[in-house]
T-cell receptor, first 111, second 115 residues
Framework: DAKTTQPPSMDCAEGRAANLPCNHS???????VYWYRQIHSQGPQYIIH???NNETNEMASLIITEDRKSSTLILPHATLRDTAVYYC????????????FGTGTRLKVLA | ETGVTQTPRHLVMGMTNKKSLKCEQH?????MYWYKQSAKKPLELMFV???????ENNSVPSRFSPECPNSSHLFLHLHTLQPEDSALYLC??????????????FGPGTRLTVL
């Protein structure tokens, strides 16, 4: 079973920031938080990952709470092409090959 | 383009057919994966190969048979499938490094329909 909980769906206006929450209250100290997204009928695409600190790359920002029990993926200026299912995954850095994908959040960016 | 290609992109087969799915990665990675994604269900990990050796086999029926002849190629051989095996089959690769994150790169998938 997935170790994360995400809302099933969200809407966001084009050009606005999309904030996607994820709860991972049972996360262990050696587990990273990963975010992937899957655009309709394509393979998942890596977005960002983090352990403790907030992270930012060209696609998104990841905010992890101090207790690490939840995180938020931020798409700063959502476009129509960001419409996808977003998956939050927790997994250790080593010792397993498994990514356990849950059902994710279906983000719809509205024109 | 992610550097992971899959062929064919679409496949329709009867229950008595034998077919194979092919995956090729051009990223120099040392681990490759097969996932199954059925309609309205999460991705399910099927098989993992690391350094061309199978390291995970998640209770997959024997009608699915993987093959990894080298670190760049992965096959999924299919025989006597059932209609419920219709799904999107995804291949992924990663660079397996100890004590480090290993981002997975996914191919576009093969949409399989079993009649």
């Amino acid at each position: 079973d997935a170790k994360t909980t995400q809302p099933p769906s969200m809407d966001c206006a084009e050009g606005r920031a999309a904030n996607l929450p994820c709860n991972h209250s049972t996360i262990s100290g050696n587990e990273y938080v990963y975010w992937y997204r899957q655009i309709h009928s394509q393979g998942p695409q890596y977005i960002i990952h983090g352990l403790k600190n907030n992270e930012t790359n060209e696609m998104a920002s990841l905010i992890i709470t101090e207790d690490r029990k939840s995180s938020t993926l931020i798409l700063p200026h959502a476009t129509l092409r960001d419409t996808a299912v977003y998956y939050c995954i927790v997994r250790p850095a080593s010792g397993t090959y498994k990514y356990i994908f849950g059902t994710g959040t279906r983000l719809k960016v509205l024109a | 383009e992610t550097g992971v290609t899959q062929t064919p992109r679409h496949l329709v087969m009867g229950m008595t057919n034998k077919k194979s799915l092919k995956c090729e990665q051009h990223l120099g990675h040392n681990a490759m994966y097969w996932y199954k994604q059925s309609a309205k269900k999460p991705l399910e990990l099927m098989f993992v190969y690391s350094l061309e050796e199978r390291v995970e086999n998640n209770s997959v029926p024997s009608r699915f048979s993987p093959e990894c002849p080298n670190s760049s190629h992965l096959f999924l051989h299919l025989h006597t499938l059932q209609p419920e095996d219709s799904a999107l089959y995804l291949c992924a690769s990663s660079q397996d490094r100890p004590a480090s994150y290993n981002e997975q790169f996914f191919g576009p998938g093969t949409r399989l329909t079993v009649l």
